[in-house]
C-alpha cells in the first residue's frame, strides 16, 4: 500500500522506518504534520536560552538529523558543546550522517531507553514520545530529568489524545483535510492511519 512521498508498505504490515523510508522522510513529515518546520523554528529560538560554552545537547528520536542541525547551525560558534542525535533506525542515523557531513554533530544508533545520558543543557524530544513503548515512558522522564542540568530544559512536541470526543472529532476532521491539502489521496491517508495502528 502507497503512503505518500515514494513510501510504500506491504498490505497489513505496520508502521517502521526501517521500510526505505529514510530518503523520503524529511518531504514526508513535513506533507504530513501541520507546522513542522515552524516547530523546528521555535525550538531553534527556545534553544538560545539554555546552549552555552560547554554544553552537551540531545534530540532524541533525531531521524535524518534536520532539527539537530538547525540547533548545531544556530550554535555551533560557541566553544565546546556537543550537538548528540539519538536515533534507533539504522537508515535515519546513516541519512543524518550524510546531512551533517562536515558538522561536528554525533550521531548514537540506539533507543533512548538503553542510551547512557551525560549531564545536559538541553534535550529536544520532537514526535519522538509516540514511538516508544507506554510501559518506557516513565522511565524515559525520569532519565531526563535525572541528567539534566538544573538550568537546562527538556522540549517535547507530541501529538495528543483529548479526552473530550467532540473537540477529537473536531482535531481529526481537521487534521484529515490539511492532510488532503497537502497532496495525499484518501488512501494514502488511511493506510498510514492503519499501518500506524498496527
Given at each position: ?9 506491504e ?17 514526508h513529515?513535513q506533507?504530513?504534520?501541520?507546522v ?27 531521524s ?14 560557541k ?10 533506525v ?9 546531512q551533517?557531513?562536515g ?5 548514537i ?5 538503553v ?26 522522564f ?31 476532521s481537521?487534521y484529515?483535510?490539511f ?8 488512501d ?11
Amino acid at each position: 500500500m502507497k503512503l505518500g512521498n515514494e513510501i510504500a508498505l506491504e498490505s497489513g504490515k505496520q508502521w517502521t522506518f526501517d521500510n526505505n523510508v529514510a530518503p523520503y522522510f524529511d518531504s514526508h513529515v513535513q506533507q504530513s504534520v501541520p507546522v513542522y518546520l515552524e516547530g523546528h523554528e521555535l525550538i531553534c529560538f527556545i534553544s538560545d536560552f539554555f546552549v552555552r560554552d560547554n554544553a552537551i545537547i540531545y534530540e532524541v528520536g533525531s531521524s535524518t538529523g534536520a532539527l539537530i542541525n538547525k540547533i548545531f547551525d544556530r550554535h555551533h560558534m560557541k566553544n565546546n558543546v556537543r550537538f548528540i542525535g539519538i536515533e534507533p533506525v539504522k537508515s535515519m542515523v546513516e541519512q543524518a550522517k550524510k546531512q551533517s557531513k562536515g558538522k561536528h554533530i554525533e550521531y548514537i544508533n540506539e533507543c533512548i531507553e538503553v542510551v547512557e545520558l551525560e549531564p545536559c543543557n538541553l534535550i529536544v524530544s520532537y514526535y519522538c514520545v509516540q514511538f516508544i513503548e507506554m510501559g518506557n515512558r516513565e522511565y524515559i522522564f525520569h532519565k531526563f530529568y535525572e541528567k539534566l542540568q538544573p538550568d537546562g530544559a527538556l522540549i517535547i512536541f507530541e501529538k495528543e489524545i483529548i479526552n473530550d470526543s467532540k473537540i477529537n472529532e473536531i482535531v481529526e476532521s481537521c487534521y484529515l483535510k490539511f492532510k488532503l491539502k497537502q497532496g495525499f489521496s484518501i488512501d494514502e491517508v488511511l493506510s498510514k492511519k492503519f499501518s500506524l495502528e498496527g
